[in-house]
T-cell receptor
Framework: DVKVTQSSRYLVKRTGEKVFLECVQDMDHENMFWYRQDPGLGLRLIYFSYDVKMKEKGDIPEGYSVSREKKERFSLILESASTNQTSMYLC???????????FGSGTQLSVL | DAKTTQPNSMESNEEEPVHLPCNHSTISGTDYIHWYRQLPSQGPEYVIHGLTSNVNNRMASLAIAEDRKSSTLILHRATLRDAAVYYCIPEGEYGNKLVFGAGTILRVKS
């Protein structure tokens, strides 16, 4: 079975801290995604990567950056965490045709 | 821009069929329609996808209108474990990215 692993299930950070959320997939997928999910707003796409070192902005990239140095790993970076970035963060991966996305179990980030 | 609309919520009785509608009136001819669902406290999971003709798998069936402006996800016999948020995602709205909307909250009554 495909496995998408997010490094932390729960994370608590302080305002202004630099935060790294890590995601690793084991199926040699080309495409990887970062979403955030907030009550009443559904899933919103932050960034998308279709190859190593390639990235595209999603709906809400402001305040975030990403890194994809290796095919299996896609990192989401909060350069200076703010309270409005408190959210559930979900990583997903898929083959080049996006036929089926596989999601990790999510990281609940709280910024205090 | 393409626009996808789904009901905010639906309710079903256990063991009965459920038809979840989705309108995607501006979808292009080569874009697939994907359906995902999200169970409580979990990440979304793939349900089914299709292009033109109806599709079936072990989880559900997908009926796509002839003009492709709408589709319907069919759960043949709803169980309590099917209670989830169901997302209809036409490709092509944002290039190669799959963008989730608010989805439909399905409640299943015993």
């Amino acid at each position: 079975d495909v496995k998408v692993t997010q490094s932390s299930r729960y994370l608590v950070k302080r305002t202004g801290e630099k935060v790294f959320l890590e995601c690793v997939q084991d199926m040699d997928h080309e495409n990887m995604f970062w979403y955030r999910q907030d009550p009443g707003l559904g899933l919103r796409l932050i960034y998308f990567s279709y190859d190593v070192k390639m990235k595209e902005k999603g709906d809400i990239p402001e305040g975030y950056s990403v890194s994809r140095e290796k095919k299996e790993r896609f990192s989401l970076i909060l350069e200076s965490a703010s309270t409005n970035q408190t959210s559930m963060y979900l990583c997903a991966s898929a083959g080049w045709a996006n036929e089926k996305l596989f999601f990790g179990s999510g990281t609940q980030l709280s910024v205090l | 821009d393409a626009k996808t609309t789904q009901p905010n919520s639906m309710e079903s009785n256990e063991e009965e069929p459920v038809h979840l509608p989705c309108n995607h009136s501006t979808i292009s001819g080569t874009d697939y329609i994907h359906w995902y669902r999200q169970l409580p406290s979990q990440g979304p999971e793939y349900v089914i996808h299709g292009l033109t003709s109806n599709v079936n798998n072990r989880m559900a069936s997908l009926a796509i209108a002839e003009d492709r402006k709408s589709s319907t996800l069919i759960l043949h016999r709803a169980t309590l474990r099917d209670a989830a948020v169901y997302y209809c995602i036409p490709e092509g709205e944002y290039g190669n990215k799959l963008v989730f909307g608010a989805g439909t909250i399905l409640r299943v009554k015993s």
